[in-house]
Every structure is written in C-alpha cells, then in structure tokens.
C-alpha cells in the first residue's frame, strides 16, 4: 500500500533554530513529492521536487529529493515564529492527479 | 494574486441533508481537485476533474458523492446524505497542469 510518512510528528524549537523535517515514501509511478505549510487551513505549496539530488530553495527554506531511498528533506534555517504551523508532504502519481499525504510535522517555534 | 475561494467557510447540517460546497478555482486552471481533512488527521485525496469529467477518484469518494462543473467558473461537491463522519474541512484546489495544486481556505462541515 502507498504511504508517506513524515517524521517528526510535532517539534518545539527557539527562535534562530535550525530544524530539518522528514518525508519518506513508497508510492508506486511516483511523480514529484510536494512540500505544503498549513497554518490555521489550506495548505500553501512550498516546494515541488521532481528531481533527485537538486535542492530548492525559497529565502530559509530549502528541499532536496532523494529518489534512491525515497525521501526528502525540508530545512528551515533561523527559524521565525511565523514558521509554527504544519507541514506537509505529498507525493504525486505519474499517471494521475492523485496525491498521498503524510500526517505532517506540527513545528512550533517559541520566542 | 489569483487564489482559489471556496463558500461557505462553514457549514453545519442535519444528518441526512444534502450540502453542496462550492469552490471558484483559479481562473485559467484546468485541473480541479476536492480534498478533505478530518480533524487530527491526514489531508486526504476525493477527487479530480479535468475536460468537464471525473479523472480520478479515491475509495472515500462512494455513491454518496459527487462533483460538477456547472458554469465556467464554480466547481461544486456535493454530498447527498450526509453522514456523522462526513464531518471534516473540505478544500477545494486547481492546477494549471500536472504541477503544484493551489488549495482554497477550505470549508468546514459539521454533520449533526
């Protein structure tokens, strides 16, 4: 069965941390893996990887894919706590639209 | 920005009743999504629509469900009965093509 699974589930960070989020994945005619923030409701798109091994980056975030033992990364460096929300990430078929989210990692950033 | 707006925010109903959530997506988009979130849990995928028909649908999305494309712009998700467990945050997303889905803000439905 596809799955994604995001590790940690919840972390708590001071301002300034750096933190690094976990995306692991089995979906089958795998696509591309996408990167959301949800904060009190929709998710925003952060960042879409298609490509292993080339980081994307997007001011103190970045994300690399790794497509040989299928997973990603998602780094926040100097953590703001305007980055305390939920993120999430999905991997998308090939063949269809279809996307298979992980539970998400709650990062909460204290002053 | 162009952002896809859903109505209404939240909607509160009979066990039974028929609701019909209605999303705008973004304009020039061709792929429409609906997506819901149970509280506490997982995003999870309903369904997509593309060339005025279903493309893809997952196994939540039952005979209870349905969607359309009434106009050139609305995109509705209907439930005809609804259930206890139907509860749940429905988003609405597009995308332009196999790339990054927008999400609306979401419509939360409450089954009584």
């Known amino acids: 069965e596809d799955k994604v699974v995001q590790s940690p589930l919840s972390l708590v960070v001071h301002e300034g941390d750096t933190v690094t989020l976990n995306c692991s994945y089995e979906?089958?005619?795998?696509?591309?893996l996408l990167w959301y923030k949800q904060e009190k409701k929709a998710p925003t798109f952060l960042f879409m990887l298609t490509s292993s091994g080339i980081e994307k980056k997007s001011g103190r975030l970045s994300s690399i894919l790794d497509k040989k033992e299928l997973f990603s990364i998602l780094n926040i460096t100097a953590t703001q706590t305007g980055d305390s929300a939920v993120y999430l990430c999905a991997g998308r078929y090939r063949y269809n639209n279809d996307m298979r989210f992980g539970a998400g990692t709650r990062l909460t950033v204290k002053p | 920005e162009p952002e896809v707006t859903q109505t209404p925010s939240h909607q509160v109903t009979q066990m039974g009743q028929e609701v019909i959530l209605r999303c705008v997506p973004i304009?020039?988009?061709?792929?429409f999504y609906w997506y819901r979130q149970i509280l506490g849990q997982k995003v999870e995928f309903l369904v997509s629509?593309?060339?005025?028909?279903?493309?893809?649908k997952s196994e939540i999305f039952d005979d209870q469900f349905s969607v359309e494309r009434p106009d050139g712009s609305n995109f509705t998700l209907k439930i005809r009965s609804t259930k206890l467990e139907d509860s749940a945050m429905y988003f609405c997303a597009s995308s332009l093509d196999y790339n990054e889905q927008f999400f609306g803000p979401g419509t939360r439905l409450t089954v009584l």
């Open positions: 629509f593309y060339n005025n028909e279903i493309s893809e």
């Open positions: 304009s020039n988009h061709l792929y």
């Open positions: 979906v089958t005619n795998f696509r591309s």
